[in-house]
């Protein structure tokens, strides 16, 4: 079975930096879609970026647009997403997730598997 961690996050000022990571294990992820979603407190859950297959194309909500790069190494089974640029609304639970579709997706319900999350926190 597929399993996800994600790990990377912390708490950082406006402005600065974060690479996360989603490892996975169980069984390689190659040849499946993966996105990053987050979900602040009070919110429901919100995509972020999405990356095919083989790394291209990708995909990215408005707010991370130009500030984060989402990207993945197969053959290390593992996905990132590079946050530059970080401000206080971007203060959540992110999680990575992999859907067994033929394409990514926006929509959470699309996803099979999850990891548990990583906090990051933007002070202002």
């Known amino acids: 079975q597929l399993q996800l961690a994600e790990s990377g996050g912390g708490w950082v000022q406006t402005g600065g930096s974060l690479r996360l990571t989603c490892a996975a294990s169980?069984?390689?992820?190659?040849?499946?879609?993966m996105a990053w979603f987050r979900q602040a407190p009070g919110k429901e859950r919100e995509f972020v970026a999405v990356?095919?297959?083989?790394?291209?194309?990708?995909d990215y909500a408005e707010p991370v647009t130009a500030r984060f790069t989402i990207s993945r190494d197969n053959a290390k089974n593992t996905l990132y997403l590079q946050m530059n640029s970080l401000k206080p609304e971007d203060t959540a639970v992110y999680y990575c997730?992999?859907?067994?579709?033929?394409?990514?997706?926006?929509?959470?319900?699309?996803?099979?598997?999850w990891g548990q999350g990583t906090q990051v926190t933007v002070s202002s």
């Open positions: 990356i095919n297959w083989n790394g291209d194309p990708t």
């Open positions: 169980g069984r390689h992820f190659a040849n499946y879609p």
């Open positions: 997730a992999r859907t067994s579709l033929g394409y990514g997706s926006r929509t959470a319900s699309a996803y099979d598997t």
